[in-house]
């Protein structure tokens, strides 16, 4: 009995002897080596590979930390922030307002200099769309100091998908030149009960980069930025057009059923498995489609357009970055193993193991065909990352929430305009 | 002798007061500071801003308010249909009947299950064209009833919150049948030599005995279907619209999508003070009843 | 008169059990359903796992285990979470099941009180915890180690369990107790040869319910670790499923293992839900 009052009250003891003794981080390790914190799980082996080979040259010991799923590695990353636990090489998930938060506390290094340096020849070897993700103008509204940040290892774009059988089957021999003709497309679709578009409108983010390219299309890029700014109204008749398209596809039959609610990895199940004629996707759908139907008959374009008056645009640029800790003991090193990542051999073996899009721009050859259409399109994309602005997350949840509304026929693209307006004064109120 | 019995007492929960003190009450009052800052959750500087977060929850974040309602919505379904079917089944499983660990295993499935399984077969189950449920639907001679239950606002809701009970069941009937199990069998024998009926024992001594377990189930129903998430993004991510988005979705949006750290921690907070006081108003409730 | 009312029961007794087992049927079937669909996925292809949703594979492809076991690293994480899981789990029932008993048969100052702070914590999720709770850590040189992690998994746990244990202790006849204090048996001799095998039933549930927790748990995991070595099994589940690509069949394999450990549990747990009925009845 005696002795169960010592052992409790010792643990109490102990524990609080921990408490009070504190801090003193733990020693650096050896400087022969470096940690890459990453999230994605469809490239781990290749970055095992490749951390071999450079380990072979170099004598650099590389090691890749996969921590998956993105949600969790994103948790990680901001507590680490906290605990000034960031490894030498990270990834950031999220959005600019966010990258510039890390800039700003002090944790990402400023790799200009490595990039500018021989005549900038780190730099030019890049997409400049993919490199634009990590680049922060000289007075941008993130209040960073101008730079580039990061260092992209892939790029992506997302697009429309057809599959050429079934439009076979419908009677039509190619994808539809314009957006009355997807529609007519839809109505077909309806008739012979076949599910149209599917994509993972679920999650809200692909909603709004659907919308996005259809908004440059109708009113060009001036104009979105504009009212991002907030010196036009999403209650402007060029909004509720866009707002309206969602409208017509529903009332064509063009959207499968479920939509709204569809996770992407749903979306490209039934793609895959030949179940819908249309898709809407990022190109690694490539890869998902390969694994789960290699004979797949089909194709990618751009979203078939409104209007004629601007280009159609979609988004795309910089898929996954890699940033160097600006605290690390080991920046060098990181920056040089970062250099030889996106030199031209090691691109393209990631792009052959990993059927992703290389960011350097000499090693697009011999890419299968769609993955190759995914590439040409790079030149019509955007991204919100590079528009040098940002919308509050509310206004973009508003916007895409209300696209849902849309669909599901409780509201009309009018009333969700004007809530979004709504949304959009309140918080420019806030900010004053 | 009376401080050395105090001492005593105070040794058995020391251990959990310890541990509770350091991994609960420190990152509490932590979370609960930052309910008064604006923060990204990134930069090293906070904002103190007062009360303002707790002021716009309660003024201005209508979305909030919904997301509150459809979990009180999935609770209430919860509570009565989980709940009931979980006490139904105990009892059958608590008679001496047949195969009756057969049924002990199997009820203990869905609990077990990962949200990933559950969610993709629930998605067959109830999709709009292949599901399962609008074949049966048809099978049966109701056609009219068959569409994309996740995707229709008007049963999106309750379509979750269906397979938020059949996942949850297999909790409630594991702590009815121990409750059952620790009734002692002579109370029933008593009952029997007075001369009460089966209806009558079950009234007069399994009811009474079985509420405070009744109590238990249902605190932690509630605590469980409030708190659901996973299984709400794993079928629907809080669609169609804001129809089926709950308090833990809008925290964690919050949070991640918005870098609102502050904000999402008052949020935690106004929702934790809210489930304390629905379960305390239901503990008191039943306690009354008892009395 | 007689021989027809005997009959009358027998077949009422027999329609209530006909009906209790269709009830009994019709939910299994449903709870069967998805763990069928998983195993038979996880003996199937990429290709052929959505294509055709049978429950009955053409081919069986039981490499998917081995595939599943060798890529996820299985045998490490195993290890760790058979460990994390049950050092838990013993903590917990002991630590909790002292504090439940002191609330329930004890009376010293603060009680109420105590006792009301840990239900407030079961009840108050705290969403942003994982940050203070890194840097304290952190702080304690415990991020990154086993016991920090099995910590505060204990502490997840802890709330919920006390508040179950006290409910039953709370509903225990309390004369056996009388007799052991009598025969000179002190406290801790009671809760421990006393109230704890009188409370085997719900100390089952609490069991299975802090094992199936810990089991599934990876968020904290993932935040905490740094180490690969360290981390569960749910982790190496976690890299079947991509954010762009999920392996689903060597994911539902994956599923398939991981959840046996729990089925094993549960199994072994209900033993003493039903035990708890003689040794109810030996207390009368």
Redesign the interface.
């Given at each position: 009995m005696r002795k169960f009052y010592l052992v409790s009250f010792a643990i109490c003891i102990v524990a609080a002897g921990i408490l009070i003794s504190g801090c003193a981080p733990h020693g650096s390790k050896n400087a022969n080596y470096i940690t890459v914190w990453h999230w994605m799980t469809d490239r781990e082996a290749a970055f095992m590979e490749l951390a071999k080979r450079y380990e072979a040259k170099t004598g650099v010991r590389v090691n890749f930390e996969l921590y998956a799923p993105s949600d969790a590695y994103s948790q990680k990353v901001r507590a680490a922030t906290q605990g000034n636990t960031l490894p030498d090489v990270f990834g950031i998930l999220g959005e600019k307002r966010d990258f510039g938060a890390f800039i700003r506390a002090g944790h990402i290094l400023d790799l200009s200099p490595y990039m500018l340096a021989n005549n900038s020849e780190w730099k030019n070897q890049f997409f400049s769309k993919a490199l634009a993700v990590n680049e922060f103008a000289p007075g941008n509204n993130y209040s960073t100091p101008p730079g580039i940040y990061g260092v992209p290892i892939d790029v992506m774009t997302i697009q429309m998908l057809y599959n050429k059988d079934l439009l076979k089957q419908l009677g039509f021999n190619k994808p539809p030149k314009d957006f009355a003709e997807f529609l007519e497309i839809g109505k077909k679709i309806k008739e012979a009960k076949m599910q149209g578009l599917v994509s993972g409108w679920g999650e809200v983010w692909m909603i709004d980069c659907f919308a996005n390219g259809y908004a440059f299309n109708i009113m060009g890029k001036e104009k979105v930025l504009n009212t991002i700014k907030g010196k036009v109204a999403y209650t402007d008749p060029d909004w509720v057009k866009v707002l309206s398209l969602f409208k017509d596809m529903q009332d064509s039959g063009i959207l499968a059923t479920g939509l709204v609610t569809m996770i992407n990895k749903n979306a490209e199940q039934l793609f895959a498995n030949s179940r819908a004629v249309f898709a809407f996707n990022g190109s690694w759908c490539v890869n998902v489609y390969k694994g789960m139907n290699p004979n797949l008959n089909y194709g990618a374009m751009l979203p078939p357009k409104v209007s004629e008056k601007f280009p159609m645009s979609i988004w795309g640029g910089a898929g996954s970055s890699f940033m160097v800790n600006a605290k690390s003991g080991k920046k060098e090193e990181a920056v040089k193993f970062l250099q030889w990542l996106t030199g031209k051999e090691q691109q393209q073996y990631l792009a052959e193991a990993t059927n992703n899009l290389p960011s350097n721009k000499n090693t697009l050859n011999k890419l299968p065909e769609v993955l190759a259409q995914f590439a040409g399109a790079i030149e019509s994309s955007t991204h919100p990352n590079v528009w040098g602005v940002s919308e509050f997350p509310a206004v973009i949840e508003a916007f895409d929430k209300g696209i849902q509304s849309i669909i599901i026929g409780e509201k009309t693209p009018e009333q969700v305009a004007q809530h979004v307006q709504s949304v959009k004064e309140r918080e420019l109120a806030k900010k004053r | 002798m009376r401080i050395k019995d105090t001492l005593e007492n105070y040794a058995f929960v020391a251990p959990a007061v310890v541990i509770f003190s350091i991994f609960y009450l420190i990152p509490f009052l932590y979370v609960f500071q930052l309910g008064m800052f604006e923060w990204d959750g990134i930069l090293p500087t906070k904002t103190f801003i007062g009360l303002s977060n707790f002021i716009e929850i309660f003024t201005q974040d209508k979305i909030w308010w919904n997301a509150m309602l459809n979990a009180g919505y999935i609770t209430l379904i919860a509570l009565t249909f989980q709940n009931a079917v979980a006490f139904l089944l105990a009892l059958a499983c608590d008679r001496e009947i047949k195969m009756k660990n057969f049924y002990r295993l199997i009820f203990f499935i869905p609990p077990v299950l990962s949200e990933v399984v559950v969610g993709l077969v629930w998605q067959w189950i109830l999709d709009g064209n292949y599901g399962m449920f609008n074949t049966w639907l048809r099978g049966i001679g109701l056609p009219g009833l068959a569409h994309n239950w996740l995707s229709d606002p008007n049963t999106a809701l309750t379509a979750v919150a269906i397979v938020h009970c059949w996942k949850g069941f297999g909790w409630g009937f594991l702590i009815f049948l121990a409750g059952l199990q620790t009734i002692p069998r002579e109370l029933y024998e008593a009952a029997r030599v007075d001369g009460a009926n089966a209806g009558q024992s079950f009234k007069n001594v399994t009811i009474p005995l079985m509420i405070p377990v009744a109590v238990l189930v249902g605190i932690l129903t509630i605590l469980g279907s409030m708190q659901a998430f996973v299984l709400i993004i794993a079928m629907t991510g809080g669609g169609p619209a804001y129809h089926t988005e709950v308090p833990v979705l809008r925290i964690l949006a919050s949070m991640r999508a918005s870098s609102r750290f502050g904000y999402a921690c008052a949020q935690g907070i106004t929702f934790g003070v809210i489930l304390v006081a629905i379960s305390f108003i239901q503990y008191r409730f039943s306690k009354k009843e008892r009395a | 008169m007689k021989v027809k009312s005997v009959i009358y029961y027998k077949i009422k007794k027999v329609s209530v059990?006909v009906l209790?087992?269709l009830?009994?049927i019709s939910?299994?079937v449903?709870?069967?359903?998805?763990?069928i669909?998983?195993v038979v996925s996880s003996l199937k292809t990429?290709?052929t796992?959505?294509?055709d949703?049978s429950l009955i594979p053409r081919e069986f492809h039981f490499e998917n285990y081995y595939h599943a076991w060798i890529e996820g690293g299985f045998g490490r994480y195993f290890i760790n979470s058979i460990l994390y899981t049950s050092l838990v789990v013993v903590g917990i029932v002991?630590?909790?099941s002292?504090?439940a008993?002191?609330?329930s048969r004890?009376?010293?100052?603060g009680r109420t009180i105590?006792f009301i702070?840990?239900?407030?914590?079961?009840?108050?999720?705290?969403?942003?915890?994982?940050?203070?709770?890194?840097?304290?850590l952190?702080?304690?040189?415990?991020?990154d180690t086993s016991i920090g992690y099995v910590?505060?998994m204990?502490?997840v746990g802890?709330?919920?369990s006390?508040?179950?244990l006290k409910?039953?202790f709370?509903?225990?006849?309390k004369e056996l107790e009388d007799a052991a204090r009598i025969d000179g048996c002190?406290?801790?001799?009671i809760?421990w040869n006393v109230a704890l095998p009188?409370a085997k039933?719900?100390l089952?549930?609490v069991v299975?319910?802090n094992a199936?927790n810990v089991w599934?748990e990876?968020?904290l995991a993932?935040?905490i670790f740094?180490s690969?070595h360290l981390m569960p099994l749910q982790?190496a589940?976690?890299?079947?499923?991509?954010?762009?690509?999920?392996?689903y069949p060597l994911?539902?394999a994956g599923?398939t293992i991981?959840?046996l450990p729990?089925?094993i549990v549960?199994?072994l747990m209900?033993k003493y839900?039903?035990k708890?009925?003689t040794q109810?009845?030996l207390?009368?």
């Open positions: - | - | 059990n209790i087992h009830f009994l939910v299994s449903t709870c069967l359903l998805p763990l669909w998983m990429q290709e796992i959505f294509r949703m002991v630590i909790s002292l504090a008993y002191a609330f004890f009376k010293f100052p105590l702070m840990f239900m407030a914590a079961m009840m108050i999720p705290i969403p942003g915890s994982f940050v203070p709770l890194y840097v304290l952190n702080k304690l040189h415990l991020r910590l505060c204990i502490n802890l709330s919920t006390i508040f179950l409910t039953f709370d509903k225990m006849p002190n406290k801790l001799g809760w009188l039933p719900v089952a549930v299975v319910f199936l599934n990876y968020v993932l935040i740094d690969k982790v589940l976690m890299t079947f499923q991509g954010e762009f690509i999920t392996k994911l539902m599923l991981t959840a729990i089925i549960y199994i209900q839900i039903v708890g009925v109810g009845a207390v009368g």
